[in-house]
Nanobody
Framework: QVQLVESGGGLVQAGGSLRLSCAASGRTFSSYAMGWFRQAPGKEREFVAT????????YYADSVKGRFTISRDNAKNTVYLQMNSLKPEDTAVYYC???????????????????WGQGTQVTVSS
């Protein structure tokens, strides 16, 4: 079993920055992929960014490319999402997810992940 705990959310003004953290525990993660998703009120959960645990290769949604950066610290079993130049439309609950199955390509769909955190609220005021 895998446990994911997000932190770092909060209220920030447009143009500001936040860094989210996702601490993973349980099974080892050396061959897994991690992802960040977000869900705004009344909308479906959407992909934000993903990283392959072993290689560190990353992939982003077009809406956040150039503003957000996903990274990981293998020693701490932690994944980060650095969010810069935040916009009001970035307001959502942000979820961390872990994929336990190997495969090819990047994982951008909710069903491709096996474990989820409880989410952390990010609110960007205009």
């Amino acid at each position: 079993q895998v446990q994911l705990v997000e932190s770092g959310g909060g209220l920030v003004q447009a143009g500001g920055s936040l860094r989210l953290s996702c601490a993973a525990s349980g099974r080892t993660f050396s061959s897994y992929a991690m992802g960040w998703f977000r869900q705004a009120p009344g909308k479906e959960r959407e992909f934000v960014a993903t990283i392959k645990w072993s290689s560190g290769n990353t992939y982003y949604a077009d809406s956040v490319k150039g503003r957000f950066t996903i990274s990981r610290d293998n020693a701490k079993n932690t994944v980060y999402l650095q969010m810069n130049s935040l916009k009001p439309e970035d307001t959502a609950v942000y979820y961390c997810a872990a994929r336990s199955r190997s495969g090819f390509g990047y994982y951008t769909v909710v069903s491709q992940y096996d474990y989820w955190g409880q989410g952390t609220q990010v609110t960007v005021s205009s």
